[in-house]
């Protein structure tokens, strides 16, 4: 018997409607319908939830249910590659600041974190596109959509406060425009992300 199916079988021996089996679990009547009807899956904390609820042990929630079990195994897979991208982005982000904020002096070690702070970025890319393709969703990229952004940004800010460029107003309109743009381009891009990442939630 398929994983929805028996989900199915057991809310209605439970005599529950699909809303109060949503209520108990704080989650929405179409999420419910969705896991019935194999649209998507509970992740690991709810099936516990569904396995005490329905008074039946996991073994027999995913007895024989191969959909479930590649689910299983793709969410173990995400979640590795996710703390993979989590190192990536602190490394990334500590390269930055040597790179921006405090300019080593020695150009051997300027080199050196500006070529980790690239493989970083092409490594992020890499980790997003993986994830994009097992999940089949679009994934938020830190190191293309805020990382980038942010060392331009700061790198224009030194600029401007640099005194040498006090008296070049050509070059700090340009600097200036730039900066702004830059920073209505992080905070849209993010706000509209967390926008539909809430959406998409609900």
């Given at each position: 018997?398929?994983?929805?199916?028996?989900?199915r079988?057991?809310?209605k021996?439970k005599?529950?409607?699909?809303?109060?089996?949503a209520?108990?679990?704080?989650?929405?009547?179409?999420?419910i319908?969705n896991?019935?009807?194999e649209?998507?899956?509970?992740?690991?904390?709810?099936?516990?939830?569904?396995?005490?609820?329905y008074?039946v042990?996991?073994?027999v929630?995913?007895k024989?249910?191969?959909?479930?079990?590649e689910?299983?195994?793709?969410?173990?897979f995400i979640?590795?590659?996710?703390?993979?991208?989590?190192?990536?982005?602190?490394?990334?982000?500590?390269?930055?600041?040597?790179?921006i904020?405090?300019?080593?002096?020695?150009?051997?070690?300027?080199?050196?974190?500006?070529?980790?702070s690239?493989?970083?970025?092409?490594?992020?890319v890499?980790i997003?596109?993986?994830?994009?393709?097992?999940?089949?969703?679009?994934?938020?990229?830190?190191?293309?959509?805020s990382g980038?952004p942010l060392?331009?940004?700061?790198?224009?800010v030194?600029?401007l406060?640099n005194?040498n460029?006090?008296?070049?107003?050509?070059k700090l309109s340009?600097a200036l425009?730039?900066?702004?743009f830059?920073?209505f381009?992080?905070?849209?891009?993010?706000?509209?992300?967390?926008w539909?990442?809430?959406k998409n939630?609900?």
């Amino acid at each position: 018997m398929r994983f929805g199916d028996r989900l199915r079988n057991e809310r209605k021996l439970k005599n529950v409607n699909q809303s109060e089996v949503a209520e108990y679990l704080h989650v929405s009547r179409n999420t419910i319908s969705n896991w019935e009807n194999e649209r998507s899956y509970p992740d690991i904390e709810s099936l516990i939830k569904l396995s005490d609820y329905y008074e039946v042990s996991l073994d027999v929630l995913l007895k024989e249910d191969k959909g479930m079990k590649e689910y299983l195994s793709k969410k173990e897979f995400i979640e590795n590659i996710k703390m993979i991208e989590c190192f990536v982005n602190i490394a990334f982000i500590v390269c930055m600041f040597f790179w921006i904020v405090i300019k080593p002096s020695n150009t051997y070690i300027f080199i050196t974190f500006m070529f980790i702070s690239i493989i970083c970025e092409i490594a992020s890319v890499l980790i997003n596109k993986c994830r994009e393709k097992v999940q089949n969703t679009e994934v938020y990229n830190f190191a293309l959509t805020s990382g980038l952004p942010l060392i331009f940004i700061v790198s224009g800010v030194r600029f401007l406060l640099n005194p040498n460029n006090a008296h070049n107003f050509g070059k700090l309109s340009i600097a200036l425009i730039s900066i702004c743009f830059l920073i209505f381009s992080l905070v849209f891009y993010n706000v509209s992300y967390a926008w539909k990442y809430l959406k998409n939630k609900k």
